[in-house]
């Protein structure tokens, strides 16, 4: 198994954790803190994830689903944005 990140991985973390930031500000209008407790996870466990340097996990996944009262499938749909991005071609599936 490959142990580190190469840039389209760590992009593909970075748009996740801003997907997760949106969700908590526009709809759940919580704290961070508060959104880790709702999710059962720990604050700074979060906080790795928002900042896209945790690659997680199935569980924490279906945690974070939980926590912000969304589906899985919602919480991974996110674009990545092609005025960011400069790994991956238009149109291109990650």
Same mark, same amino acid.
Do not use: W
């Given at each position: 198994?490959? @142990?580190?990140?190469?840039?389209?991985?760590? !992009?593909?973390?970075?748009?996740?954790?801003?997907?997760?930031?949106?969700?908590?500000?526009?709809?759940?209008?919580?704290?961070?803190? @508060?959104?880790?407790?709702?999710?059962?996870?720990?604050? @700074?466990?979060?906080?790795?994830?928002?900042?896209?340097?945790?690659?997680?996990?199935?569980?924490?996944?279906?945690?974070?689903?939980?926590?912000?009262?969304?589906?899985? *499938?919602?919480?991974?749909? !996110?674009?990545?944005?092609? *005025?960011?991005?400069?790994? !991956?071609?238009?149109?291109?599936?990650?």
């Amino acid at each position: 198994m490959k @142990q580190n990140m190469d840039a389209k991985e760590k !992009f593909i973390l970075e748009a996740f954790g801003q997907r997760i930031t949106e969700i908590r500000i526009s709809e759940l209008q919580v704290s961070q803190e @508060q959104m880790a407790i709702n999710c059962g996870i720990h604050p @700074q466990h979060l906080s790795l994830i928002v900042h896209g340097q945790k690659n997680i996990s199935l569980i924490t996944l279906r945690r974070l689903a939980f926590g912000s009262h969304q589906s899985v *499938s919602q919480l991974c749909n !996110f674009k990545l944005s092609l *005025s960011e991005n400069k790994y !991956f071609d238009e149109g291109e599936l990650f």
